[in-house]
């Protein structure tokens, strides 16, 4: 059974960080591209990362670009999202998924 696990969200200052950890089961994880992807209030779903299944290539949306960074251990099956100076805009639930697989999400809200 394939499970995909966020944690780590919560509320922060703009220009503040947060580490999201997307813990993963029940599928190949150390040979499979991993994404992550966000929804802010009444918005569609939002493309933010995603990591190759080695590590070696990442790519970015344009809009967290510089700011955020995908990385993954293969041997504890997790793949991170380090956040850094987020913004009110960054405001959203975020999630790992692969394939037609997603995590439950979990919430990043930006504000002062």
């Known amino acids: 059974q394939v499970q995909l696990v966020e944690s780590g969200g919560g509320l922060v200052e703009p220009g503040g960080s947060l580490r999201l950890s997307c813990k993963a089961s029940?599928?190949?994880?150390?040979?499979?591209?991993m994404s992550w992807s966000r929804r802010a209030p009444g918005q569609e779903h939002e493309w933010v990362a995603n990591?190759?299944?080695?590590?070696?290539?990442?790519h970015y949306a344009d809009s967290v670009k510089g700011r955020f960074t995908v990385t993954r251990d293969n041997s504890k099956k997790t793949t991170y999202l380090q956040m850094n100076s987020l913004e009110p805009e960054d405001t959203a639930v975020y999630y790992c998924?692969?394939?037609?697989?997603w995590g439950q999400g979990t919430q990043v809200t930006v504000s002062a």
């Open positions: 998924h692969w394939a037609d697989y």
């Open positions: 029940g599928f190949p994880f150390a040979i499979v591209d």
């Open positions: 990591i190759s299944f080695s590590g070696r290539h990442t």
